[in-house]
Nanobody, 114 residues
Framework: EVQLVESGGGLVQPGGSLRLSCSASGFTFSNYAMNWVRQAPGKGLEWVSGINSGGATYYADSVKGRFAVSRDNAKNTLLLQMNSLKPEDTALYYC????????WGKGTLVTVSS
């Protein structure tokens, strides 16, 4: 059974940093592209960042230069380092597997507020 479990969310002040983690199981993690997708309160889903099996990274314009995605294949873990956080980054952040967005975690909530 595929499982994706996010952690690391919380309340942070504008300008602060958080690091999200996603623990993956039930599939060969190293073979799959992985993504972070977020949903702000009352809004639709927004793709944030992706990393392919070779380690190439991709970012939405809204987070480019502030967020960094990485993966640790030995630990089956996806990471998202978020710096210079803004109130508009407030959202539920999901870890999503594959180019087809096949499997989703339950999300971790990030709140950016003073």
């Amino acid at each position: 059974e595929v499982q994706l479990v996010e952690s690391g969310g919380g309340l942070v002040q504008p300008g602060g940093s958080l690091r999200l983690s996603c623990s993956a199981s039930g599939f060969t993690f190293s073979n799959y592209a992985m993504n972070w997708v977020r949903q702000a309160p009352g809004k639709g889903l927004e793709w944030v960042s992706g990393i392919n099996s070779g380690g190439a990274t991709y970012y939405a314009d809204s987070v480019k230069g502030r967020f960094a995605v990485s993966r640790d294949n030995a630990k089956n873990t996806l990471l998202l380092q978020m710096n210079s956080l803004k109130p508009e980054d407030t959202a539920l952040y999901y870890c999503v597997s594959g180019y087809g967005m096949d499997y989703w975690g339950k999300g971790t909530l990030v709140t950016v507020s003073s």
